[in-house]
Each structure stands twice: as structure tokens, then as C-alpha cells.
């Protein structure tokens, strides 16, 4: 597996780190998340104080914008970029697209950077279930249901935790996460998701 940075080498880890993602508003896809880790402390932010914008801007936990997220005006497989910090005339360090423009399918995210390094989401974002694969097949993050351990109860889907393997970048793991969020489809099913 590549281990290292995509976006900020600050939020790579050497051990498994589990953040609780926050959806700030319920309004509209992309309104907006914060990101805190085991101590409760805020790690990522994204605000967007409008629908339908094509752009999102995650945050670090002062504020300074570390990954733009920009939806490409004309693509069959409904392609994303993302660069680094808040400028987008420049290159951009991955792509999300759909896996195959027919049906339901998973994602594939491109690493331009790194030529043959690729991702794949399988899963059900809507749901609150994904697993983010290397080209490897390695499990590099998850996206899943939080379920509050003194309650043992499962939490809305508006809480839910991103868990990021040793070596792996969370901002870019979060990067994608925005990328989902703001594909849009509630009904968004990847292969082999199960829905609850």
C-alpha cells in the first residue's frame, strides 16, 4: 500500500484513527460537516452557505482551506477534481468518477501525481456505508454508522464515523467523503452494498 501524504502530510497517522463526522446542517446535500477525532477535539470543517454551488472547501480546524472539491461541468461519469488548498486553476491531485456510467457502480479515484495509483468506493454513502480499497484491494478508510457505546444505540445518519488506516491521509479520505456528499443521490448504491 502507498502510505503517506495526498494532501497534508499533518493528517497522516501512524495508528488507525477513527473521526466522528458531523453533517452541520440538514438542508441540502453540501451544507456543510465538521470532523473530530477520539479527544472531541475539531480536526476538519466545510461550509457552504449555498446550494447547487460547484465547489466544496474542506477546512482545517482554523479555518485555513486545505482541499477544493470541483465538479466538472461536462462528464458522463459525473467526474470530481480536487486540489490542493482553495485554488482550482491548477492541477489537480485526483479525480472521482463513477466506475462504469451504466447501472449501479462503484467509484474509482484516479491519483494524478502518481500514475496507476487508484481507489475504488464500494458501498452506500446514503446509507452510511462504504469501504475506500487501494488498488491493492487493502481496506484504506471506512465510512460507517456511529452507534453511541453507552446506549449501544445507532446513531442518525447525519453522525457517522470516517475510520482511516495507519498511513493513509484523512484529509484526503474527508476530501472524498465531500465528493459523495455532493454527488447528490439519496439513493446511491455501489456494488455489493447492503442497506439497513
Known amino acids: 500500500m502507498k502510505r503517506g501524504a495526498m494532501v ?4 497522516v497517522y501512524r495508528e488507525e484513527t477513527h473521526l466522528t463526522v458531523l ?5 441540502y446535500a453540501g451544507d456543510g460537516f465538521n470532523a ?11 461550509h457552504s452557505y449555498r446550494p447547487n454551488t ?8 482554523l479555518g485555513r482551506c486545505i ?8 462528464s458522463l461519469h459525473r467526474r470530481w477534481e480536487g486540489f490542493s488548498g482553495e485554488r482550482t486553476e ?19 479515484v484516479e491519483v494524478y501525481n502518481n500514475p496507476g495509483e487508484e481507489y475504488q468506493i464500494k458501498g452506500s454513502f446514503a446509507d452510511r456505508k462504504c469501504t475506500i480499497f487501494n488498488s491493492g484491494k487493502e481496506v484504506v478508510a471506512e465510512i460507517r454508522r456511529k452507534v453511541d457505546s453507552c446506549a449501544n444505540i445507532v446513531l442518525g445518519k447525519d453522525v457517522f464515523v470516517l475510520c482511516v488506516k495507519p498511513e ?29
Not at 479520505?173 to 439497513?196: N, P, T, V, Y
Open 8 to 11: 497534508e502530510e499533518r493528517f
Open 23 to 27: 453533517k452541520t446542517c440538514l438542508f
Open 36 to 46: 473530530y477525532n477520539s479527544n472531541g477535539k475539531l480536526v476538519f470543517r466545510v
Open 54 to 61: 460547484r465547489n466544496a472547501v474542506l477546512m482545517d480546524a
Open 67 to 74: 482541499l477544493t472539491v470541483r465538479r466538472k461541468r461536462s
Open 90 to 108: 491548477q492541477n489537480p491531485l485526483f479525480s472521482v468518477r463513477r466506475s462504469s456510467i451504466i447501472g449501479q457502480s462503484g467509484m474509482t
Open 168 to 196: 493513509f491521509d484523512s484529509a484526503f479520505a474527508m476530501g472524498l467523503i465531500l465528493i459523495l456528499d455532493q454527488i447528490r443521490w439519496a439513493d446511491f448504491k455501489c456494488d455489493g452494498a447492503e442497506s439497513e
